[in-house]
């Protein structure tokens, strides 16, 4: 069968809107209406006008996409398409943690479930974690959740002292100092960009660190024509399309193969893809309540966004 056909096809009978991720294969990234990061995958979600939002990303990003727009159903092609910082966040041991700061205002990363979400004052992505954070006054008490990376990130470049969760993503913090210190004396001339979810000896060594559609920008606009990329094998696509003549070069999760792959992004294929709209399933549900209490931080989220001109 020819999926990228087939599903254009289905694409256009149902008035459906395909929404993916940077780290999606190729093929899916080709065949999509939009292909972001969280902050711009939530704000075409919001504003999507269509009889089906099909998600090509992970669980919490359609779960997102839902409450944003919860009139529309919102497919994902695999439900088992998680997470592992929103796993390693849950929900009871969350609000115990939580209690034990109740002066603490709460920051959660995009990357939680809805449940964690429902429990926190504002959410924020890696395009704007800095600025929501700096949109707080500097003695403002903060817990940031759930990944540490992140939030000693935050903490180092802004001078705060939040309480961090102590959770990570399996894919950013397994990067290490050697494999790249190793690619860049092979390659002397190429600039390192990092995802702020890699730890804090891989961001220290970084030229820029950013969300990935920081990082696809900085490639954009950078000089350099060589770059070491530390984050998800995916985004290499959008980067070589927008600068063909640049070369990118992905720090390799182990010794084993020259990718790091998200093992959730890429339950996603263009079979499940073709299935989820032909079905119109499996749907992400949520009860009004939870929509209602989650939605609540990411609004929150969307506003300071919008005042700060970040979007
Ligand atoms: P971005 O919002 O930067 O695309 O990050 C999402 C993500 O899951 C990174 O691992
Ligand atoms: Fe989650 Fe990490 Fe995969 Fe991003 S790369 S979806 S943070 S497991």
Same mark, same amino acid.
């Given at each position: 069968?020819?999926?990228?056909?087939?599903i254009?096809?289905l694409?256009?009978?149902?008035?459906?809107?395909i929404?993916?991720?940077?780290?999606?294969v190729p093929?899916?990234?080709?065949?999509?209406d939009y292909v972001?990061?969280?902050?711009?995958?939530?704000?075409?979600?919001?504003?999507?006008?269509?009889?089906?939002i099909?998600?090509?990303?992970?669980?919490?990003m359609?779960?997102?996409?839902k409450?944003?727009n919860p009139?529309?159903?919102?497919?994902?092609p695999?439900?088992?398409?998680?997470?592992s910082?929103?796993?390693?966040?849950?929900y009871?041991?969350f609000?115990?943690?939580?209690?034990k700061?109740?002066?603490?205002?709460v920051i959660?990363?995009?990357?939680?479930?809805a449940?964690?979400?429902t429990?926190?004052?504002?959410?924020?992505?890696?395009?704007?974690?800095?600025?929501i954070?700096?949109?707080?006054?500097?003695?403002?008490?903060i817990?940031?959740?759930?990944?540490?990376?992140?939030?000693?990130y935050?903490?180092?470049? #802004? =001078?705060?002292?939040?309480?961090?969760? $102590?959770?990570?993503? %399996?894919?950013?913090?397994?990067? /290490?100092t050697?494999? !790249?210190?190793?690619?860049?004396?092979?390659?002397?001339?190429a600039?390192?960009?990092?995802?702020p979810?890699?730890?804090a000896?891989v961001?220290e060594?970084?030229?820029y660190?950013?969300?990935? #559609? =920081?990082?696809?920008?900085?490639?954009? $606009?950078?000089?350099s %024509?060589k770059?070491?990329?530390? /984050?998800?094998?995916? !985004?290499l696509?959008?980067?070589q399309?927008a600068s063909?003549?640049?070369?990118?070069?992905?720090?390799?999760?182990?010794e084993?193969?020259?990718?790091n792959?998200?093992?959730?992004?890429?339950?996603n294929?263009?079979?499940?893809?073709y299935?989820?709209?032909?079905?119109?399933?499996?749907?992400?549900?949520?009860?009004?309540?939870t929509?209602?209490?989650a939605?609540?931080?990411?609004?929150r989220?969307?506003?300071?966004?919008?005042?700060?001109?970040l979007?």
């Amino acid at each position: 069968m020819d999926y990228k056909e087939e599903i254009l096809k289905l694409k256009k009978d149902k008035n459906a809107l395909i929404l993916a991720h940077y780290y999606q294969v190729p093929e899916i990234q080709d065949i999509s209406d939009y292909v972001g990061d969280s902050l711009g995958l939530s704000q075409k979600a919001a504003s999507a006008d269509a009889d089906m939002i099909v998600f090509a990303g992970v669980h919490f990003m359609a779960e997102t996409a839902k409450m944003l727009n919860p009139n529309i159903p919102v497919i994902l092609p695999d439900l088992e398409a998680g997470c592992s910082l929103a796993e390693s966040c849950p929900y009871d041991d969350f609000v115990k943690f939580k209690n034990k700061y109740p002066d603490h205002i709460v920051i959660s990363y995009i990357n939680t479930t809805a449940a964690i979400k429902t429990v926190s004052d504002v959410i924020c992505t890696s395009g704007n974690a800095v600025q929501i954070v700096k949109s707080f006054p500097e003695d403002r008490k903060i817990i940031f959740a759930p990944d540490k990376n992140l939030g000693g990130y935050i903490n180092r470049i #802004t =001078g705060r002292d939040m309480i961090l969760w $102590n959770g990570t993503c %399996k894919v950013h913090d397994l990067l /290490t100092t050697e494999a !790249i210190i190793k690619m860049k004396e092979e390659n002397p001339d190429a600039k390192l960009i990092a995802h702020p979810e890699c730890n804090a000896p891989v961001l220290e060594l970084a030229d820029y660190v950013g969300s990935t #559609t =920081g990082m696809l920008n900085f490639t954009r $606009n950078d000089n350099s %024509k060589k770059y070491i990329v530390a /984050t998800e094998s995916g !985004i290499l696509h959008q980067m070589q399309l927008a600068s063909p003549e640049k070369e990118f070069m992905v720090v390799p999760a182990d010794e084993t193969c020259s990718c790091n792959d998200c093992p959730y992004m890429k339950l996603n294929t263009m079979e499940k893809l073709y299935l989820a709209i032909k079905n119109e399933k499996p749907e992400i549900k949520l009860d009004a309540q939870t929509i209602e209490k989650a939605v609540k931080p990411i609004n929150r989220m969307l506003e300071i966004s919008r005042k700060l001109n970040l979007i």
